[in-house]
Every structure is written in C-alpha cells, then in structure tokens.
C-alpha cells in the first residue's frame, strides 16, 4: 500500500475515510469531532444526541452509518492499494507544515504522484479561464522561469493560465502540483487529462481535499484556492478580471501571510484590471522574474548539474561579466550559458561571500 499516514489502525482509517464522505461536514467539523470523541472510530459510534450537542448538522449523524458512506470508503481504501496513489492526514508527520497553519487544513489530502513535492517550496501562479495570448504566453515563460529557477509552480489545473503555468514548469523540466476543484478520479476539465498525466509522469502532483467520486461542483473551486494559497510561499496573478476567482486565491493568500505578486497589462485590456486592483491593495508589482526571486531568495531548491560543476570563487567566470557591467540574473544565464538553477546558486554563495550584491533588481561585482 502506497499511501502515507500516521499509525493508525485499519477501522480507525475507514472510520476517517468514512466521516470525511459525510454532507456538511468540513474541515473545522471534522477536527471538532476527533477533538471531542479522540477518534473518528469513537465518533462514529457515538449517538446522535452527542453530535447534535456538538452543534453539528443532524444530516451528518444520519449519514453515517448508510451503506453509501461504507462503500465510498472502501472505494477509497482500494483506491490506496495503487502506485502513487497516497493520502495525508492532518496529524501525519509528512503533512505540509504551510498548510498546517490553516484554521481550516484539510484533514484528509488526497494524493497522486509525488506527496513529498507538498513540503518543497512552491509559487502558486493564478489567472483567468480565458486569458489572452499574451496573458498565456506571460504565465508559460515566468513558469519556466521559476520552475528553472529552484520553485514548484502550483496551480489549479484550469484552463487558461493555470494550464499555461503547468505547462510552462514542465518545459524546463521542473515540477509542478496541480490541486483540484473535484475529487481526484473526476479530473475536470476533461481538456486537461493528458496534462494531469503529464504532470505525475514528471514527478509532481495531483492534489485534492475531496472524496475521490466527488464531481464538479461551483461551490469547491473557490474553496480548494486557500490550498493552493496555503501550499505556497506566494502567489502570483498573471492575468484576470475584478471579478476572477484568482482575487479570492490572491486575498486568501495575503490573509495567510503570504506575499502575493501581480503582473500588471494595459489599462484598455479588461483582464488586467483584476491585477490593477490587486496592485493598488498593495501586492507586488511584478515586471521580471528578478522581482519574484529577490523576494524569496533562499527559499528556493537549486538542484545542480552533474555535468557542469560548481565554479570556484578564486577564478569565477561570472564575477567577471559583473565587473564588466550589472546584469539581471537572465542576463547572466544568456551571457555565461549556465542554466538559471547554476546562476542562482553561484550568486547566492557569491552574495554570502561578500563578493556581488543585488541593486535594483540586477547584480554588481564587488571588489574582493
């Protein structure tokens, strides 16, 4: 069995399974009755009235002994019997420690391909459904960017840019997890199976907080955007109207602490109003991939090439292009050849050298 849970006993992970199918009962609910009866195997047999003074709705407590609620659990408890098919836990010690310091954490996480991807750094990257070529063509390459860069892109599988952000994180063989507004044996929109394949086949992740059978339903997009937001360091709106659902995401993020960026477009284009918006509540105005990494600098992953070694301080090719002249960090990677995850981490140990410094979004040697 693939999936990843705290030491529990088989009737009290079926006893999870089993409360977590049941109507109207969400994440604060759901920790209300572990937390009153200390099991959800306790919970289950408890009686009704016991619930009923918990303030619980009286359709969970007559749900949950139903042979509906008991077959969608063992569907779930097969569902775990497959490769990359795995399940984290509220109180497992492999939750994501970011999502963990939500009031409303899912308590049950479903998922498919990499779960130790959900600890690793992430930029969540967000937008409109119906984005413009440009809008697109933006989300891809500062995706690539960011993915090359050392980050997880996640998003949520929509069409639009977060299709666009996926795509671009595995063009430069990044990763990038995708969390989903159904339960994962209903992936939606149905375009974007075979880029949901992609992405487990290339070692990210497909992520939800709902039962396996769950359909498409309003109501679950915009609660699964706090996970996608609390997964994440940042997060980064390309494109979208007042009206886009990525605000919800972006508002949810900046309650959570964490920073939220917005490419900025023309005031004649109605998808960038939604940015405008968010820029004037005082997100960061983003033009360059610079303005993102010098925010997180250190937080990223700088995986490094087997075929091309660290440099040597004593004789550093890049130290010499700065002394010649400032250069972003692209610049840097189109003027030494290097791949971004090499440039980065070069500078990050030149920076802790004394030896460059970032001015106004690009690097200057120092004088050793």
């Not at 569907?75 to 420690?97: C, I, R, V």
């Not at 149905?190 to 359909?215: M, Y």
């Not at 699964?224 to 919800?248: T, Y």
């Not at 250069?327 to 791949?339: Q, R």
Request: with cysteine; aromatic share 4%; proline share 7%.
């Amino acid at each position: 069995m693939s999936q990843s849970f705290p030491a529990v006993s088989p009737a009290e992970l079926e006893a999870r399974l089993r409360l977590h199918c049941l109507p109207e009962l969400g994440p604060r609910r759901f920790r209300k009755l572990l937390s009153a009866f200390a099991s959800a195997s306790a919970a289950l047999s408890a009686p009704a009235s016991a619930w009923r003074s918990l303030g619980l709705p009286a359709v969970c407590a007559e749900s949950r002994r139903s042979a509906e609620v008991r077959e969608r659990a063992a569907a779930s408890l097969a569902w775990l019997e497959a490769d990359q098919q795995q399940l984290l836990m509220w109180d497992d010690p492999a939750y994501p420690g970011l999502l963990a310091e939500l009031d409303d954490a899912p308590p049950l996480l479903f998922v498919t391909g990499d779960a130790g991807l959900l600890e690793q750094p992430q930029l969540a990257m967000v937008g409109s459904r119906r984005a413009s070529r440009p809008g697109l063509d933006t989300a891809h390459s500062f995706a690539r960017s960011l993915a090359a860069g050392g980050f997880v892109i996640t998003s949520g599988l929509a069409l639009g840019i977060d299709g666009a952000a996926h795509q671009g994180a595995l063009a430069a063989g990044g990763k990038t997890i995708a969390v989903m507004g159904t339960g994962l044996r209903c992936l939606y929109p149905a375009r974007h199976k075979k880029l949901a394949a992609d992405i487990v086949e290339c070692g990210g992740a497909l992520v939800s907080e709902l039962p396996l059978d769950c359909p498409p339903q309003a109501g679950n997009f915009p609660r699964r955007n706090r996970i996608i937001s609390g997964l994440s360091l940042g997060v980064l709106v390309v494109e979208a109207s007042p009206s886009s659902g990525s605000l919800i995401t972006a508002r949810l993020a900046a309650e959570q602490g964490r920073e939220v960026y917005a490419i900025p477009g023309s005031i004649h284009h109605p998808g960038a109003r939604g940015c405008h918006q968010l820029i004037r509540e005082g997100a960061i105005l983003v033009e360059s991939i610079e303005h993102i990494l010098d925010a997180l600098r250190g937080w990223q992953r700088l995986p490094r090439s087997e075929a091309q070694p660290k440099p040597q301080v004593a004789s550093h090719p890049l130290l010499d292009l700065l002394y010649a002249a400032p250069h972003s960090s692209e610049a840097l990677v189109a003027a030494s050849g290097w791949p971004l995850s090499e440039v980065l981490a070069a500078l990050t140990e030149l920076e802790l050298d004394g030896r460059v410094v970032c001015e106004g979004g690009r690097w200057v040697g120092r004088a050793g």
